[in-house]
């Protein structure tokens, strides 16, 4: 597949992600954009996500036991 900008590559892999209504628990299972640098896959999933209908969560963790 050749794209030409990010917005065509996120339409192409990801059809209807800016519906109203959620996607299904199998939607991302067998789509997927890899990127060579994390600043790439950062801006891509930013865009991806302010596609999709809802309000966003934010979960933190932690890297070691405290």
Same mark, same amino acid.
């Given at each position: 597949?050749?794209?030409?900008?990010p917005e065509s590559l996120i339409n192409?892999?990801?059809?209807? %992600?800016?519906?109203?209504?959620?996607?299904?628990?199998?939607?991302?299972?067998?789509?997927?954009?890899?990127?060579?640098?994390? +600043?790439?896959?950062?801006?891509?999933? &930013?865009? %991806?996500?302010?596609?999709?209908?809802? &309000?966003?969560? !934010?979960? +933190?963790?932690?890297? !070691? +036991?405290?």
């Amino acid at each position: 597949m050749i794209v030409n900008n990010p917005e065509s590559l996120i339409n192409c892999t990801y059809p209807g %992600i800016d519906s109203t209504l959620p996607p299904a628990p199998d939607y991302f299972l067998r789509r997927m954009i890899l990127a060579p640098r994390n +600043i790439d896959v950062r801006d891509l999933n &930013e865009r %991806i996500l302010n596609k999709m209908a809802g &309000e966003s969560k !934010q979960y +933190i963790s932690a890297d !070691q +036991i405290m």
